[in-house]
Nanobody, 129 residues
Framework: QAQLRESGGGSVRPGESLRLSCKPSGLGVNVYCMAWFRQAPGKERLGIATLAPDGRTGYSDSVTDRFVASRVGDENAFYLRMSSLKTEDTGIYFC???????????????????????WGQGTEVTVSS
């Protein structure tokens, strides 16, 4: 069974940085379309970043220019580097994946929760002063 496991969450102060990791098993980030979603306390889960096997990325307006989704070399891992963190970034961060639906392509970046078939359990990020 394919699994995703997030790590790297923690408590930080506004303006600080943090890197989250997603370590899949049973699927490869060189094949699947990947995404990070975030669920703030009491709020719905929203997509914030995507990464396709070809390296193309997409970001929600709330994190553009502050967050970077990436892979490193041939590692089967998916990262989210977060900088200039704000209190509004507090929440549970989830890694998600789906198999490409458009031939060899993931298509346009998808922030739609229903498009993703595989999910991690989430890692907590708390940004407070």
């Amino acid at each position: 069974q394919a699994q995703l496991r997030e790590s790297g969450g923690g408590s930080v102060r506004p303006g600080e940085s943090l890197r989250l990791s997603c370590k899949p098993s049973g699927l490869g980030v060189n094949v699947y379309c990947m995404a990070w979603f975030r669920q703030a306390p009491g709020k719905e889960r929203l997509g914030i970043a995507t990464l396709a096997p070809d390296g193309r990325t997409g970001y929600s307006d709330s994190v553009t220019d502050r967050f970077v989704a990436s892979r490193v070399g041939d590692e089967n891992a998916f990262y989210l580097r977060m900088s200039s963190l704000k209190t509004e970034d507090t929440g549970i961060y989830f890694c998600a994946a789906h198999y490409p639906r458009f031939g060899n392509s993931c298509g346009p970046p998808s922030f739609v929760e229903r498009d993703y078939d595989y999910w991690g359990q989430g890692t907590e990020v708390t940004v407070s002063s």
